[in-house]
């Protein structure tokens, strides 16, 4: 008996010893389950991959879950690439055998909790390519196992916290491309396991903390795109682990010490452009042997290039442009004898330097994988030999503005890949060669500004990818060749002005249907001006000046509606000024002086301003603006005529009283609260009944809705007989200062006229079924919708339906132009107050619209900028929108012209950051003002909406490729001055202060001179 009860007791104890732990277990294993479903409840997931994450499945078998040990906890927490959103539930800090976690590539939003802090055992957090927003948490050092940590392009903001040094194992730190201030803590250099850190772009100041240079294992170093100032010090230069170092894109300054390459002998990567470095290039740079990518561009080197560059075989990439290289003497490009030997060349950039000397003949040797070879903007002379030719692969050759002279050699159609063609700006003689019929992929070719004779090869018809051609300020001759107006890919320009070409000209350019500018002044063109230009309906630039025209201005001319710029002048044009030139609502420089026309000077449209057209020169001109001085137009007097003059004026006058009887009639019937009001409305504009707008809306059906004003719905409709497409915007009279802003609206737009402003058609003042008053206000309907509806498009999507740079650039100067006008152009001056792209809409040709004066004001005693404030209005209250109304609002001012400018300041940014001012992005002091000012003027590109990158791609280059291109230098110019302007014209209008501001008339001159620059860039 004694036996049996021991063998229980045995057993029991037996059962204890294993049960306990399978318990613990169990208990464990829900303390992880549930804290995963408390994360889960917070997580958007569209591919529904938590699914799994129920009681069906075990634990470690859920999607994105690993477990470790006996004890079956979970250890690693794998949800990358998964187009997560939501937000990081603070329960994470539950998981405490967590070893990794891994978040990137989706769209967490919100802060990093700081229970995260609570995991002991962490060994890698990555939460890179979020939106994870607020501060990196202070307590992260508690997680002193931690071994990686990336939070790149996040929107994280506020100091780096000097605790992060305490994180002693640390060996990959990656927090770049986020929003950071304050200044990199000399604490990171306690990290002496580091192996990566990378803090780019992210708005960091101040100078590099001598404590980095303690980091003696760090091989990658990226501090690129920041702010930061003073001298690198010498100890980062000693790291001798250092293989990827990227300094660019700050304010660093100094030179480069003279054992650099023996002491950084791993060196792969050396990006230290868009700085102030200054004096030579360091010879020992050439025993850093496994070098592939130098970027030295944009500071200010000088001296000789002394490098043996032969020692360098891995070489891929050389940008050493814009800087102060070279003596202009003969010897100063004998350093490409030495890259000869650099097989794997792919892009040299030496432009904007003063290197001297003839291009050598070598130069046909460099490497066979040569793409790009950029010598632009320097002194070189002498001829281009022709073993330019050899160079194969060339994508892009760029030799334009120096002192090259000869012949451009044959050999050049042995480039068969080139893209780009550019030798404008030298001495060049000869013909043009017809083996430039060879390059079939050219897409750019400049000769201009040569002495280039000849006639134009009509072998160039065979470069079917050609968008832009120039040939101008040259001494070609003969016609121009109709198979180069065969080529349908020209869309940017066609520029043959300043050569002695004559012939009538070709009747072809009607298949020029995308072309943005033509310009063939200055030549001896004959005959009349084809009538075949009407197919060209994205003209916006038409020079044919200074020829030998003849006859009429053609009709086909009425159809170019893009048109901004047109010269006729010192042709042999005869006939009347056509009516039709009033209706170009784009045009705004008209020459058609010295010429034979004859008759009345129309008074409308371009010739309401005397500013931006020029007759002179044509001696039987008269009528026209007064300020012209211009003779009357005879009158014809008879009896006759008399009887026809009288006749109408008694027609006249009776149908004005029959119409004043009909208001009085009419008037009678209202009530006596709308009486003097709608009689007035009356007067301004015709009136349209309820039943009318009811079935053109469809009885106002939701299904119509296309947007919402300040005070009310808008409808989309079709008015009456004709199907006339409208906008109907239906006032809520129930909203405070409803009715009164149906009457602000309707005074503001009764004697304003402008093609870049918002046009009533037709109100109705009426009472509903339901005895209720209505009140709503007909526009013309603008197929294209609002501007805020093409800025909210997926920006993911990068495709052709996004807005780009240039479309945006015309839209911004529409604007302008609108509120300047409202401004400087109407008596008394008018106030919009309320500019935001919902307000900014856009018609069928994308001629943008100002919209919505419900809050305009009418300045009657207009003063001075920086006495606005004070300035008198009929204010119905001061209000606007968030984000958009000028800060001295909030204090109690009164509205004022820079107020709107403000509003447009911001609209501009907008428009071009891609970031709306209430963006989540913009707390503590930063706004979006601040965000686009801390980027200028150079880190413009890694802030602006990713799609405007498309305005320069060319061939298959994705987005992507492009913006790379960028960084590297690559056509950089063009687009980037262009966008720094753009957004510096941005921060002044938005400036805190009202004085700071600039006027409207100041703003359109700065604009416009942008894409006049850049447009010129791209002809």
Known sequence: MHSSIFLCCFCLLLIHSFSTPFTDTIHSNETDRLALLAIKSRLDDPLGVTSSWNDSVPLCGWTGVSCGGRNQRITELDLRNQSMGGCLSPFIGNLSFLRSIRLENNNFYGDIPNEVSLLSRLETLILASNSFSGTIPNNLSHCSNLNTFFANRNNLLGEIPVEIGNLLKLERLGIGENHLTGQLPASIGNLSTLLILDISTSGLSGTIPFSLGRLRSLFYLHLGGNNISGMVPPSIFNISTLTYLYLQRNRLYGSLPRNIGNDLPRLKRFFISYNNFTGPLPFSLCNTSNLEWIEFQRNYFSGKVSIDFSRLKNLSDLYLDVNNLGTGTANDLHFLTSLINCSKLERLNLNRNQFGGVLPKLIGNLSSTLSFLILSNNQLYGSIPPEIGDLIDLYGLDMQRNQLSGTIPHEIGKLKRLQLLNLKENSLQGSIPASIGNLTLLTKLFLFSNNLKGSIPSSLGNCRNLMSLTLSKNKLTGILPQEILGITTLSLALVVSDNLLSGPFPSQLGNLKTLIAIDISKNRFSGEIPGTLDSCTSLEILYMHDNSFSGSIPSSLSSLRSIQALDLSANNLSGEIPKYLETLEFLVYLNLSFNHLEGEVPTKGIFSNKSGIYLEGNKRLCGGLAEMHLPSCPSKKSNKVHL????????????????????????????????????????????????????????????????????????????????????????????????????????????????????????????????????????????????????????????????????????????????????????????????????????????????????????????????????????????????????????????????????????????????????????????????????????????????????????????????????????????????????????????????????????????????????????
């Open 644 to 1019: 026809k003059v009288v006749i109408p004026v008694i027609v006249s006058c009776a149908i004005l009283s029959l119409a004043f009887f009909i208001i009085i009639f009419t008037g009678k019937r209202r009530s006596a609260q709308h009486t003097s009001s709608l009689l007035h409305l009356e007067e301004l504009f015709p009136m349209v009944s309820y039943a009318e707008l009811s079935n053109a809306t469809d009885k106002f059906s939701s299904s119509n809705i296309i947007g919402q004003g300040s005070h009310g719905l808008v409808y989309k409709g079709i008015l009456g007989e004709n199907r006339m497409s409208i906008a109907v915007k239906v006032i809520n009279l129930q909203r405070k200062g409803g009715s009164k802003s149906f009457t602000s609206e309707c005074e503001t737009l009764r004697n304003i006229r402008h093609r870049n402003l918002i046009k009533i058609v037709t109100i109705c003042s009426s009472i509903d079924p339901k005895g209720a008053d209505f009140q709503a206000l007909v526009y013309d309907y603008m197929e294209n919708g609002s501007l805020e509806e093409w800025l909210q498009r997926n920006k993911d999507q990068l495709d052709a339906s996004s807005l780009s740079l240039i479309q945006r650039l015309h839209i911004a100067i529409d604007v302008a132009f609108a509120v300047e006008y409202l401004h400087h152009h109407c008596e008394p001056p008018i106030v919009h107050g309320d500019l935001k792209p919902c307000n900014i809409l856009l018609d069928h040709d994308m001629v943008s619209h100002v919209g919505d004066f419900g809050l305009s004001k009418f300045l009657f005693d207009h003063r001075p900028l920086i006495t606005a404030p004070e300035t008198r209005s009929n204010s119905i209250g001061v209000r606007g929108t968030v984000g958009y109304v000028a800060p001295e609002y909030g204090m109690g001012n009164e509205v004022s012209m820079p107020g709107d400018v403000y509003s447009f300041g911001i609209l501009l940014l907008e428009m071009f950051t891609g970031k709306r001012p209430t963006d989540s992005l913009f707390n503590d002091g930063i706004t979006l003002h601040e965000f686009a000012k801390m980027a200028l003027s150079e880190r413009v590109l890694e802030i602006v909406e990713p799609t405007l990158l498309l305005e320069a791609r060319t061939g298959n280059n994705s987005v992507e490729t492009y913006a790379r291109r960028l960084r590297r230098g690559e056509g950089r110019d063009g687009i980037e001055e262009c966008l720094v302007g753009i957004l510096r014209i941005g921060v002044v209008c938005s400036m805190k202060s009202p004085a700071e501001r600039m006027e409207m008339s100041d703003v359109v001159a700065k604009l416009c001179a942008v894409r006049e620059s850049f447009l010129g860039r791209r002809i």
